[in-house]
């Protein structure tokens, strides 16, 4: 089985432009979350989508939004890029919320310079 | 509001030697704890996880944690360290509640000398 797929896994863009980054999560899985990694930190949570709804999101501006499909891909919109986003972007599938009985796969990432 | 501090940002050990890689956590409820590893140019792996069953945990590539609520502890160890440990190491936890969000510590890397 595929693992979480992301794509592109690097891209550069310029200060005020918009990029857009997208999960595929494993099959099955319903549960999305996002999460950006700053050189030398840990992973921040930016937002979780189970079952096509918003489930939790972190605390980033709201230049930063993301949606799930029916097919529970999703995507990670950041308008007005500044280069303090620039950071490796992670995304993460489960099967469910519930840490009982899952666990969070995460993809390779993206890697995001801003310039 | 939960968090997790990790001592020492950098650890290095001799191949076989202990590995103990420290995390302390702050929750005001039972928490769920992980560790995960992270290799170069990579996403995260889950090492281990506890979720209130037994507060000794074995995980993978022979490491394992003990939770310690009279020390909020759940520190990292594995008895003989080999090469190919050589990484980043990822304390989190996480709530009971809706969401599974994850709240990570800054990391310790850790090296191996042979």
């Known amino acids: 089985d595929a693992g979480v797929t992301q794509s592109p896994t690097h891209l550069i863009k310029t200060r005020g432009q918009q990029v857009t980054l997208r999960c595929s999560p494993i099959s099955g899985h319903k549960s999305v979350s996002w999460y950006q990694q700053v050189l030398g930190q840990g992973p921040q949570f930016i937002f979780q989508?189970?079952?096509?709804?918003?489930?939790g999101r972190g605390n980033f501006p709201d230049r930063f939004s993301a949606r799930q499909f029916p097919n529970y891909s999703s995507e990670l919109n950041v308008n007005a890029l500044l280069l303090g986003d620039s950071a490796l972007y992670l995304c993460a599938s489960s099967l469910s919320t519930s840490w009982r009985n899952t666990e969070a796969f995460f993809g390779q990432g993206t890697r995001l310079t801003v310039v | 509001a939960q968090s997790v501090t990790q001592l020492g940002s950098h650890v290095s050990v001799s191949e076989g030697a202990l590995v103990l890689l420290r995390c302390n956590y702050s929750?005001?409820?039972?928490?769920?704890l992980f560790w995960y590893v992270q290799y170069p140019n990579q996403g995260l792996q889950l090492l281990l996880k506890?979720?209130?069953?037994?507060?000794l945990v074995k995980g993978i590539n022979g490491f394992e944690a003990e939770f310690k609520k009279s020390e909020t502890s759940f520190h990292l160890t594995k008895p003989s360290a080999h090469m190919s440990d050589a990484a980043e190491y990822f304390c989190?936890?996480?709530?009971?509640?809706?969401?599974?969000?994850?709240?990570f510590g800054t990391g310790t890397l850790l090296a191996v000398q042979p």
């Open positions: 506890y979720t209130s069953a037994a507060t």
């Open positions: 989508y189970y079952e096509k709804e918003e489930r």
């Open positions: 929750s005001s409820v039972p928490p769920y």
């Open positions: 989190a936890v996480s709530d009971r509640g809706a969401t599974n969000k994850l709240i």
